[in-house]
């Protein structure tokens, strides 16, 4: 994927219709469907190329999990962050 050359991942989870990964530096990046905010970009919007999930700068994220229509990250220091679909 040319929008991660470069990029180190160390961990990958895959939804129904979505992908996020983890990358050395703990950054979450997220793409595919975008229903209900599982993205984590504020929108709905679908997302073709990985995207940096822009709410989590400054957090090491450490790994992330994808579900049908949610998203959970968990950062190094274990705080865990939760987006989308919420019932």
Do not use: F, Q
Not at 23 to 49: F, I, M, Q, S
């Amino acid at each position: 994927v040319a929008a991660m050359e470069g990029v180190v991942v160390v961990h990958v989870a895959c939804g129904w219709d979505h992908s996020l990964v983890v990358t050395e530096g703990g950054a979450l990046y997220t793409w595919g469907a975008g229903a209900n905010g599982k993205l984590g970009h504020g929108d709905d919007n679908p997302r073709a190329v990985p995207t940096r999930v822009r709410a989590l700068e400054g957090l090491m994220i450490a790994k992330a999990e994808a579900g049908c229509e949610h998203s959970a990250a968990i950062t190094a220091d274990g705080r865990l962050y939760t987006w989308g679909h919420g019932d």
